[in-house]
């Protein structure tokens, strides 16, 4: 009987399977049997298929494999020695895995991809066993929260498909670059029927389609607004320094309404208080606020480009391990501006590495998912990237406005102490 189930396979244009077989049996079966050669060429086009889709799909060009789950239920005994010849052969990089965290990072290296449709009954077959893998440990529980943010999430569309296309192939001139497969992925992979929640972290954090895409590529779906928050973590952290320095709330209120976020005036409103608070404390809190935490730190390294001191800065400050014999000149830069602020960050670190990330990510997503249900009251269709909430441009959303949606984000982050700045990315 005809098979009629079918499979699209990515493959790489510059490799034949029969040569990678080869050059496994020269490396690897001098002191073993050769493995049959229709088996394990069918085995290396199907890895070379999971690699190329999952890196393609993410935005550094990387994957993480399952190494257990791959060799007991697909490639068995010749999983490890199928790696390895492709990172001989230069088609990826085998990185490491921490037990616990995550697997194996495999990083792709060739991007001449093409796609083929097979009717291999073995893929097929394998492609299932990896849906059930996927649907086991991506399930998502339906709650009230998931069951509302579906209700949002499925309004996104991909409004402007063809300017999109030609934006990348604009932008993006060598089509054999990850970058140009990875935006051309998030264009032509997108399909209505998939919108879903990937996953929630142990955070809180939610992820679907547009926690991926490039936020080039956000203007070409049908998003009416996006509100960001400025400087979100960096904010985020002046909860623990009003506690820590036991700083009344109206004081700080007083700072933004009379002061105008004079920072000597407010040393003298503590002072008159008999309450004493490091300076640097107080400018970091009223920087942060003002959304300009990073404004010196671009000034002191500008010959980079803005984005790339902001990721530095975050991901060397708040993101980094404790270590006292290399600090980064990024983390000395703010520790010669914020002394009494790193104080607190590291006391923060030294308990685990990652309790203050972890902290920041979840106390992100308990204000954002307040947010989402104040504007779900209203009837609003909106879902949240992170830090920032997206108000898709559907009927239900059409008399809403930055002023009302400015004022449900303040009013949330205002009962914990937070005063954010925030800016509209798309809309405006």
């Known amino acids: 009987m005809k098979n009629n189930s079918k499979i699209t396979i990515a493959y790489l244009k510059d490799y034949s399977i029969t040569d990678i077989y080869e050059n496994h049996v020269l490396s690897f079966c001098s002191d073993k049997p050769k493995p049959s050669k229709t088996i394990l060429m069918h085995k290396y086009q199907y890895l070379l298929h999971i690699i190329i889709t999952r890196c393609k799909m993410n935005d550094d060009g990387v994957c993480h494999l399952n190494a257990q789950f791959y060799r007991d239920r697909i490639f068995h005994d010749h999983y490890n020695d199928m790696l390895l010849n492709l990172s001989y052969l230069g088609i990826i990089c085998i990185g490491c895995y921490e037990v616990g965290k995550h697997s194996t990072t495999i990083t792709l290296i060739k991007w001449n991809i093409g796609y083929m449709t097979s009717y291999n009954v073995k893929f097929i077959k394998w492609a299932k066993v990896e849906a059930e893998r996927r649907k086991k440990f991506e399930h998502v529980e339906a709650t009230p929260f998931t069951c509302k943010y579906l209700e949002s999430l499925t309004c996104l569309r991909l409004s402007r498909k063809d300017d999109a296309l030609v934006y990348i192939d604009e932008t993006i001139k060598d089509k054999h670059t990850h970058s140009y497969q990875y935006h051309r992925a998030c264009i032509d992979d997108f399909k209505e029927s998939d919108i879903r929640i990937f996953k929630i972290d142990e955070q809180g954090r939610v992820y ?176 949240n990237l992170h830090d920032a909430l997206v108000v898709f441009d559907v009927e239900a959303n059409k008399h809403v406005t930055v002023d009302e949606l400015t004022a449900i984000i303040e009013q949330v982050y205002h009962r914990f102490g937070l005063f954010p700045t925030v800016k509209v990315e798309i809309g405006g």
Not at 257 to 262: G, L, S
């Open 208 to 383: 679907h389609h547009l926690t991926s895409l490039p936020r080039s590529l956000r203007e070409f779906f049908n998003i009416k607004l996006e509100l960001d928050i400025s400087n979100s973590h960096p904010l985020l952290l002046n909860h623990y320094l009003i506690k820590y320095y036991h700083i009344p709330l109206d004081i700080i209120r007083e700072a933004i309404a009379q002061y105008h976020y004079d920072v000597e005036k407010l040393v003298k409103e503590l002072k008159t208080n008999e309450l004493y608070v490091p300076y640097d404390v107080l400018e970091y809190i009223i920087k942060t606020q003002r959304g300009r935490f990073y404004d010196d730190f671009i000034d002191e390294f500008g010959e980079m480009e803005r984005c790339e001191v902001k990721k530095r800065v975050f991901s060397q400050v708040f993101y980094s391990h404790i270590t006292d014999r290399y600090v980064s000149k990024f983390c000395k830069a703010f520790i010669q501006k914020y002394p009494n602020v790193w104080t607190v960050i590291r006391g923060m670190k030294l308990v685990t590495d990652d309790k203050l990330p972890h902290t920041m990510m979840r106390a992100e997503s308990m204000l954002f998912r307040l947010i989402l249900n104040k504007c779900w009251e209203r009837g609003y269709r909106v879902v």
